[in-house]
């Protein structure tokens, strides 16, 4: 089975995209499905690591999710990053716009997260970020995350 190249892109890569790189990185592995899944941000954060909730809130998954966004450190997205990628998950219409801006022929590989929300999330335009906000509101980002990545990897 070939490897599956994965990238998920939000603003900061501190909150969105590494929990949607934990939950993506259990969820294959546990799967046997082989993938490399990493993020990337579009305001070009370098080594930061993800915020204190963004980690507690995927810890509650179990220690095995906890130990991949342990292990990350923010970075900008790059054209050549954005090339080799099989499928490039954004959490909202900006973040595909930039991905656009920087590889336009990678159109046909964004997947936009929002679409594959529950319908008991309402029709949602993007994937909120929860920056700067409690605990609460990060677990229901993560839990939104959950839910539309699992959604989204049926198809796989």
């Known amino acids: 089975m070939e490897t599956l190249r994965i990238i998920c892109v939000c603003s900061g890569n501190i909150c969105r995209s590494p929990m949607a790189v934990a939950i993506l990185r259990e969820r294959l592995a546990t799967a046997d499905r082989p993938a490399m899944v ?30 991949h966004i342990e292990e990350h450190r923010s970075q900008g997205i790059s054209a050549a990053m954005l090339g ?7 959490m909202s219409p900006r973040h595909a716009a930039a991905v656009l801006k920087l590889a336009p022929h990678v159109a046909r590989r964004i997947v936009a997260l929002w679409e594959y929300a529950p319908e008991s999330a309402g029709d949602l335009s993007h994937i909120p970020d929860p920056v700067g906000q409690g605990a ?4 229901a980002s ?12 049926e198809g796989l």
């Open 142 to 153: 993560r839990n939104l995350i959950d839910a539309c990545l699992t959604r989204w990897m």
């Open 84 to 90: 080799m990628a099989d499928y490039i998950v954004v």
């Open 136 to 139: 609460e509101v990060f677990r």
């Open 38 to 67: 990493i993020s990337g941000g579009t305001l070009n954060i370098q080594g930061r690591r993800a915020a204190d909730f963004a980690r507690s809130a995927i810890k509650e998954l179990g220690e095995d999710y906890g130990r």
